[in-house]
């Protein structure tokens, strides 16, 4: 199935081409259909499998169909973080370089003086984090009163930061005719309760369950004491093979510790979180992306949505204490039909959290233990039949970046739209 017979323009199919897709993921083959016939969408797909896509392109297709030469915000498109709603945006140039539609996006952490220019400027297609567009929303520098799509993207983890509350605010200011694509990597039952407020005779669409890790990934375990990591993480970023790393940490602390000791040692890295300013986070991408850094520290929260090519390794500094993070942490790796290798270490209070991992998966990882810091207990015994199913025992954009044009039509100073 080529992304033309699904029904796309042309414009849209020569820019996925110009992008180096050839095909439609599973998920962009379920979505993209109902999407462009306008139905209501509830897609769930784990990360990598290219679910941004598959709400931008109907989206895109859907607003240049009836573009007008004095836009207004047409789309909404909400997102958990910072970086996320970056690449959002950075996906929505893209697709629609070849169409005459402006973007932008806003978030907090910058100055906010950009984004109310390009607010006041006029834009067709938001794309922002929830807290600034509130924010902006109670001064009066945003109108939702033309939005005619609304995207929740990632709205899982809307739930797990707190922004459900601010979500049903957003929404409140918003036509009540309106098409609505939601799409989360998981479906607990609190984003279904959301989905059955806000959509109208959805289409369900689910590929690559959660619990299944991508079946390019080599995935190894190590057992170690606590206060032997560091030095295992140093010999494991030593190996031959590993170019470029992306290491998880369960908190921001143990991330900066990370980088300080990587950093004594000559490896040179960087960590992403939320106490990191967003400038800060976007340099320390670009010089991952760039191949500058070769080792990319971060926490789960500011992780979610990073979409890069070429990553070699995912290394589980800290196993997650929820199972299904471990799914999404390795997809970080293995992109785009690529294989890959994770690695995770397991100290002696971490037992907990790999027999949940491995009920979920229902698999047991492949234990390493001839290493140099082999754990000072009997850890590398099986931690739990690995088995499908079972219980688990875990704890119950400012940006200012610059609106974006994509396309020729209105250059500068105004003008009609190309083609109208």
């Known amino acids: 199935m080529s992304f ?11 820019a996925v081409a110009e992008a180096g897709y050839r095909e439609p993921t599973p998920i962009q083959l379920a979505a993209i259909g109902p999407a462009l016939a306008g139905r209501d969408i509830v ?28 836009p207004k915000i047409r789309a909404l498109v909400l997102s958990p973080t910072r970086e996320l709603a970056a690449q959002i945006g950075e996906c929505f140039g893209t697709y629609g370089k070849h169409l005459d539609l402006w973007h932008t996006v806003i978030f907090g952490g910058v100055a906010e003086g950009p984004q109310i220019r390009a607010l006041r400027e006029g834009i067709d297609i938001l794309v922002a984090t929830p807290g600034r567009l509130l924010d902006l929303m109670r001064r009066g520098f945003v109108d939702l009163r033309g939005v005619e ?8 983890h809307m739930l797990d930061m707190g922004f459900l509350p601010d979500v049903k605010r957003i929404v409140a200011a918003l036509p009540a005719r309106r098409q609505n694509l939601l799409f989360s990597a998981t479906m607990p039952s609190e984003i279904r309760g959301l989905a059955e407020t806000l959509l109208r005779d959805p ?4 590929v690559e369950v959660v619990s299944k890790p991508v079946d390019q990934v080599e995935q190894r375990l190590y057992f170690v004491d606590r206060a032997n990591k560091p030095n295992l993480l140093l010999d494991l970023l030593r190996e031959r093979g590993v170019e470029r790393s992306l290491v998880f940490s369960r908190t921001k602390h143990g991330a900066n510790r990370v980088v300080q000791f990587l950093d004594k040692s000559g490896v040179r890295s960087a960590a992403i979180h939320g106490n990191k300013s967003q400038n800060a986070r ?3 991408l670009d010089a991952f992306k760039r191949g ?12 979610r949505g990073i979409d890069i090519d070429g990553v070699s390794h995912v290394i589980n500094f800290d196993l997650p204490n929820i199972p299904e993070t471990y799914v999404h942490r390795i997809g970080r790796t293995a992109r785009a039909g690529a294989s890959g290798i994770a690695w995770s270490m397991c100290d002696g209070d971490e037992r907990e959290f790999l027999a949940d991992i491995e009920r979920l998966i229902g698999r047991r990882l492949e234990r390493v233990d001839e290493h140099r810091f082999p754990a000072s207990h009997a850890a590398s015994a099986p931690a739990a039949n690995a088995r499908p199913g079972g219980g ?11 609106r974006q044009r994509r396309g020729g039509g209105r ?3 105004g003008g009609a739209r190309r083609g109208r």
């Open 4 to 14: 033309e017979r699904l029904g796309l323009v042309a414009p849209l199919v020569r």
């Open 43 to 70: 897609g769930c797909a784990q990360t990598g499998t290219g679910k941004t896509a598959a709400f931008a392109l109907p989206v895109l297709q859907r607003l240049d169909a009836s573009a007008e030469n004095d």
């Open 149 to 156: 799509v609304l995207v929740l993207d990632e709205a899982d």
């Open 203 to 206: 289409v369900n669409v689910g």
């Open 282 to 284: 976007t340099r320390a």
């Open 292 to 303: 500058e850094l070769t080792v990319l520290v971060a926490t789960d929260i500011a992780a």
């Open 392 to 402: 688990s025992s875990r704890p119950a954009p400012g940006g200012g970046a610059p």
């Open 411 to 413: 250059n500068g100073g």
